[in-house]
């Protein structure tokens, strides 16, 4: 494949969210590299959103109407499979790309000498009091991809992340590893996963931020959706693609984490602890933080997290 010639497609999957989705095929659009089409996949019959992308009667937009429900992995699935370009951009329906997103990503896949690279880059997470740029830590390849998203040294999150509105690579690659049909939640730690076991594939992390992440609306998200024992089964699933102490930090960091937001108490805690002890190699950092999780409650974790945000941006301003 020659990768002086981009022939450019985003892949957006979306449903019930006509406002949102438009926004964001505006900002593909928007873009100082040309794109060839924004995919839009309807996740199941939703006239509002298909009303509302013919309403910008731009021809550019090619709307693909699922009948029935499939789930965030299948539509992307579908959504490159109907789409004409040798490049996709995914996006989600309530993120935004920024205007030379893709520009700057071209011009980096001009470069490497890599057969198939995986451009990704940081975002801007904006939440209700201040916006933030994640991830902290770039990911350089000089760690397993699952140590890289799941590890954690502190107590923030987002010290690791792909955001999926970042990635940019050749179809082929979506071709060779498709999203997995079905999953619920964790789609892109899953794809990502996947993809890294492949050794003519690469990671490429720029270090903009070129994509926009709205936290603050209230709006409904899968991602957002809390059911501990489903990422702790998933986590046994992907054991394989994981080490040790990446498959160990997020159930005893991710994972208890959740099931303490959900009112799991002890008992989950401990039934965390013994997957732990089956699959991983537990630490001292991350036992405590599960005895955090577990024995400190919810108002006194929120109150110690605020404290320790506070004097972080005392010390950063």
Request: glycine fraction near 6%.
């Given at each position: 494949?020659?990768?002086?010639?981009?022939?450019?497609?985003?892949?957006?999957?979306?449903?019930?969210?006509?406002?949102?989705?438009?926004?964001?095929?505006?900002?593909?659009?928007?873009?100082?590299?040309?794109?060839?089409?924004?995919?839009?996949?309807?996740?199941?019959?939703?006239?509002?959103?298909?009303?509302?992308?013919?309403?910008?009667?731009?021809?550019?937009?090619?709307?693909?109407?699922?009948?029935?429900?499939?789930?965030?992995?299948?539509?992307?699935?579908?959504?490159?499979?109907?789409?004409?370009?040798?490049?996709?951009?995914?996006?989600?329906?309530?993120?935004?790309?920024?205007?030379?997103?893709?520009?700057?990503?071209?011009?980096?896949?001009?470069?490497?000498?890599?057969?198939?690279?995986?451009?990704?880059?940081?975002?801007?997470?904006?939440?209700?009091?201040?916006?933030?740029?994640?991830?902290?830590?770039?990911?350089?390849?000089?760690?397993?991809?699952?140590?890289y998203l799941f590890c954690?040294?502190?107590?923030?999150?987002?010290?690791?992340?792909?955001p999926t509105s970042t990635?940019?690579?050749?179809?082929?690659?979506?071709?060779?590893?498709?999203?997995?049909?079905?999953?619920?939640?964790?789609?892109?730690?899953?794809?990502?996963?996947?993809?890294?076991?492949?050794?003519?594939?690469?990671?490429?992390?720029?270090?903009?931020?070129?994509?926009?992440?709205?936290?603050?609306?209230?709006?409904?998200?899968?991602?957002?959706?809390?059911?501990?024992?489903?990422?702790?089964?998933?986590?046994?699933?992907?054991?394989?693609?994981?080490t040790a102490r990446a498959?160990?930090?997020?159930?005893?960091?991710?994972?208890?984490?959740?099931?303490?937001?959900?009112?799991?108490?002890?008992?989950?805690?401990?039934?965390?602890?013994?997957?732990?002890?089956?699959?991983?190699?537990?630490?001292?950092?991350?036992?405590?933080?599960?005895?955090?999780?577990?024995?400190?409650?919810?108002?006194?974790?929120?109150?110690?997290?605020?404290?320790?945000?506070?004097?972080?941006?005392?010390?950063?301003?």
């Open positions: 494949m020659d990768k002086r010639e981009f022939t450019i497609s985003a892949v957006i999957p979306t449903r019930n969210r006509p406002k949102l989705v438009v926004n964001a095929v505006k900002s593909v659009f928007a873009q100082t590299f040309p794109v060839l089409e924004a995919v839009v996949v309807i996740d199941g019959p939703d006239e509002h959103t298909e009303q509302a992308l013919k309403a910008m009667d731009d021809p550019r937009i090619r709307i693909v109407a699922l009948k029935e429900n499939v789930g965030g992995s299948e539509a992307r699935n579908l959504g490159v499979q109907a789409a004409r370009g040798n490049w996709i951009g995914l996006l989600d329906d309530d993120d935004t790309w920024l205007p030379d997103k893709i520009a700057m990503q071209v011009e980096i896949a001009r470069q490497v000498e890599i057969p198939f690279p995986v451009l990704c880059s940081r975002t801007i997470c904006k939440g209700p009091f201040r916006d933030e740029i994640i991830p902290r830590e770039l990911y350089d390849c000089s760690k397993p991809v699952g140590d954690r040294d502190g107590l923030t999150a987002y010290e690791g992340s792909i990635i940019f690579c050749p179809k082929a690659i979506f071709e060779r590893v498709p999203f997995l049909k079905g999953l619920k939640k964790h789609q892109d730690w899953d794809w990502v996963l996947q993809v890294a076991q492949h050794t003519d594939f690469r990671i490429v992390m720029l270090p903009q931020a070129l994509s926009t992440f709205d936290t603050a609306g209230d709006r409904a998200s899968v991602s957002r959706v809390i059911d501990w024992r489903f990422s702790a089964d998933w986590a046994r699933k992907v054991r394989p693609l994981l498959y160990t930090h997020f159930l005893g960091i991710f994972c208890s984490y959740t099931a303490s937001a959900a009112g799991g108490g002890l008992s989950a805690q401990f039934r965390l602890f013994r997957q732990i002890l089956e699959g991983g190699s537990l630490s001292f950092d991350v036992f405590a933080r599960m005895a955090f999780y577990g024995l400190i409650p919810d108002r006194v974790r929120r109150g110690i997290r605020r404290c320790r945000s506070k004097r972080t941006i005392r010390e950063t301003t």
